[in-house]
């Protein structure tokens, strides 16, 4: 077995480890209020007849590890269980919101990466002024959080100039990308502020580096220095970060979805938690624990596979 | 370089550079003398009751009777923001306080017992890092209650794993250095080597991630307050008139979501640059 494989299988095992552990603590966390019908029954009044429903559809009369494992099981199944607010199996509130906080996050991704990755390039190469205009822009950037450039955005393009709608999600591809521009900007500034720093340091890092002097001294051409050692050197680096800031972005998409209106499953989880339906938020918690957890081992292994090195030490360590 | 290293490296680059000029930590520093001496005497400083309605015209702009304008109630946005100033600025400072006080005990009792309790702790510590800082906040919301209690101590929980893994690496490091293996052979006994020689040693690092984590914490909470699971109208916070504020954005007056806005920030700015400061000086002692 070489150390790919052994990395991989070991990664699995910790990640699987990982997802149970939350798991428990995310079923579990109910025992702490000692009062789980009530939690159960969120904002509904609890009349008896409720009552009877809560403990027949929870088993609250089984032992506790026997409705976990239930729940986990079902939640793996796709059976999400039912909510006492909504009167309605949680799957079929979680699925249709769950395309649109996805459409949402791939757009950020991509305006993240194009800005963030493109201005810490030009940061690193383009000389001085650039690298110190890059410089100002991002400190601004790092100060900017999602709810303060939402209600700029809507104040600005959508109120005084009118040009993209301030609510809601559109129907048909083309209004649902019209609806989810400013909410994807508002999502991206913080973090194509802080990938924009995070590539300018890896490249520096690269370009300072003995390696690269070597291959300029030999007469390699400057683009192909930059692309086959100083980029190479760095992506795995840059990735390393990109995939966490992407994993956290399906929870940091609650803030957007709520400040425009957009029905995804961030939205859903605060709604769920203002009226305390605990079978929602359970849900939605897991899912986005799930996402989180393999999304930063993805781009720990696209890491890996660009720089095998980084296996032992280095990226991983 | 190992990730972690860019991570940090990479946060405070330009901040570190704006650092080293005086004057920037000169301003920051007197935006953050204004923003605690607002918040502890915001109540005194207010020119009217926060929760009084119709004490102005309602969403109107700022005039020399209300400077910030009124709200979407009539209410005066300069009394609400200097009154909001003390949940909008204390909040945070708890939830930093909280997380250093249990982080900086988990990774000392790991770096102490070794063995299955650091294993424990760790795997504790990765389980805590799996959940992203909203969700426990939003899960404690709904166990308990909205308001700002749950989440400041979800907060506090989430950023549990950044201050124990810095503060146990930060410990490593000061417990491989030759003086402490001098104190061992002079026989002085592990509790004092810890107490009088580690616990100091590693102060201004832990001074330095609780400037950078005030700024975090202060973040995340104005946006739980957003989200409007903080604090609870009528009681004003930052977070919450930049929410309650949407509405008179789309009636033309934007005043109650951004002067508020405004504040937190330049509020983040001003901490963000003296945190970077704090970080060079906690740099320079290491060395």
């Known amino acids: ?317 | 370089m190992s990730v972690a290293q860019i991570a940090q490296g990479a946060v405070p680059a330009g901040a570190r550079r704006a650092a080293k000029r005086d004057w920037t930590f000169v301003v920051a520093l007197a935006v953050l003398a204004v923003v605690v001496i607002v918040a502890v005497a915001g109540p005194w400083l207010a020119p009217y009751d926060p929760y009084e309605l119709y004490v102005g015209p309602v969403n109107s702009a700022p005039s020399a009777a209300h400077l910030f304008g009124a709200d979407d109630l009539g209410r005066d946005i300069l009394s609400r923001v200097l009154v909001g100033a003390g949940a909008s600025v204390f909040a945070p400072v708890v939830v930093v306080l909280l997380s250093t006080l249990l982080g900086v005990g988990l990774a000392l009792a790991a770096a102490w017992f070794g063995g299955w309790v650091s294993g424990g702790i760790a795997r504790l510590v990765d389980v805590i890092f799996a959940i992203p800082g909203l969700v426990i906040a939003v899960l404690a919301v709904t166990l308990f209650g909205k308001g700002l209690v749950a989440p400041v101590v979800a907060l506090a929980i989430a950023y549990v794993p950044v201050v124990g893994r810095l503060t146990r690496t930060a410990a490593s490091r000061e417990l491989g250095k030759p003086y402490i293996a001098a104190l061992r052979v002079q026989g002085v006994s592990s509790l004092a080597i810890c107490f009088r020689h580690l616990v100091p040693a590693m102060i201004p690092i832990v001074a330095a991630q609780m400037a950078v984590g005030f700024g975090y914490a202060m973040l995340d909470l104005a946006a739980i307050s957003f989200l409007g699971l903080g604090q609870q109208p009528p009681a004003p916070d930052w977070g919450s008139m930049i929410s309650s504020g949407q509405a008179s954005i789309l009636a033309g007056a934007p005043e109650q979501s951004i002067f508020p806005a405004i504040l937190v920030v330049v509020t983040v700015l001003a901490v963000g640059i003296v945190g970077a400061r704090v970080t060079v000086w906690a740099e320079e002692k290491e060395r």
């Open chain 1, 1 to 317: 077995m070489n150390t790919l494989t052994r990395m991989l299988l070991g990664r699995l095992g910790g990640l699987l480890l990982t997802l149970l552990l939350a798991s428990i603590v995310i079923y579990s966390a109910v025992l702490l209020t000692g009062d789980p019908i009530a939690a159960l029954a969120g904002g509904a009044k609890p009349t008896p007849e409720l009552i009877a429903e809560i403990r027949a559809e929870y088993h609250l009369d089984d032992p506790v590890w026997q409705r976990y494992w239930e729940w986990l099981t079902g939640a793996i199944q796709g059976d999400f269980g039912r909510s006492f607010v909504y009167k309605t199996a949680v799957t079929t509130l979680v699925a249709p919101r769950f395309a649109i906080t996805l459409q949402l996050v791939l757009l950020t991704v991509v305006l993240i990466l194009v800005f963030g990755v493109g201005s810490g390039i030009l940061a690193a190469t383009r000389g001085r002024a650039v690298d110190r205009a890059v410089a100002t822009a991002t400190s601004l950037g790092m100060a900017l959080p999602t709810f303060v450039v939402a209600i700029l955005l809507i104040w600005i393009f959508a109120k005084s100039l009118g040009w993209f709608p301030v609510y809601g999600e559109g129907d048909g591809v083309w209004d649902r990308l019209w609806h989810l521009v400013l909410p994807a900007i508002s999502l991206a500034v913080l973090f194509i502020a802080y990938i924009s720093r995070v590539t300018r340091s890896a490249l520096v890092a690269q370009l300072h580096s003995e390696h690269v002097d070597t291959a300029k001294v030999r007469g390699i051409p400057r683009r192909r220095v930059f692309g086959a050692h100083v980029f190479r050197n760095a992506s795995p680096q840059i990735l390393a970060i990109a995939g966490t800031t992407i994993a956290g972005l399906f929870a940091a998409s609650a803030i957007a979805e709520v400040a425009f209106g957009l029905g995804g499953i961030g939205s859903l989880l605060v709604q769920a938690a203002a009226r305390a339906d605990l079978p929602v938020v359970q849900i939605v918690s897991l899912l986005l624990v799930t996402i989180f957890v393999v999304l930063n081992a993805a781009a720990d292994l696209v890491s890996a596979l660009i720089d095998p090195t980084s296996v032992e030490g280095g990226a991983l360590a």
